[in-house]
């Protein structure tokens, strides 16, 4: 058992990540040119979505809100929402064990702001510090920031 420090620019954020998020790292809020036709697999829940185009889009970029909607159609157990500054997050719709993609070299993760290479996985934290993992302690900075001390 380890405690460790995470840091969030929001509630919302740490909410997220403590229901087992999986969160983007890039701004795709402007949309994302070249997913379609591209397939993002998930190990959880189980399931894959390969992109479509969207008529009304002659460039072929897709909007989150398209995003949202063709992954939440093809895999019902996840649900696709986007933090301030354009990052996209993968949650659970009933969160049990947190998202997991694979490291399989995914390209439509890369365009999604994740490491193309890099398996990603949620935990869904509980509140008994005994059976990790857990919510330790939780401050808000004089930052603003949300800090989350974490028994993994």
């Known amino acids: 058992m380890s405690v460790k420090l995470y840091k969030f620019r929001d509630l919302a954020e740490a909410n997220l990540f403590l229901s087992g998020a999986v969160i983007g790292g890039a701004d795709i809020s402007g949309g994302v040119v070249g997913l379609v036709g591209k397939t993002l697999n998930f190990t959880t829940p189980s399931g894959a979505v390969t992109f479509t185009a ?26 696709v929402a986007a933090l301030p500054g354009g990052r996209i997050v993968f949650v659970e719709a009933s969160p049990t064990t947190g998202v997991s993609i694979p490291a399989t070299d995914q390209e439509a993760k890369g365009l999604l702001g994740f490491d193309q290479n890099t398996a990603f996985a949620g935990k869904v934290y509980g509140t008994d510090v005994t059976t990790p993992p857990a919510i330790g302690n939780i401050a808000i900075g004089q930052d603003g920031m949300i800090l989350l001390a974490l028994v993994e």
């Open 54 to 79: 969207v008529a009304s889009r002659p460039n072929g970029a897709l909007l989150i809100k398209d995003i949202k909607s063709q992954v939440e159609t093809a895999i019902v157990a996840l649900k």
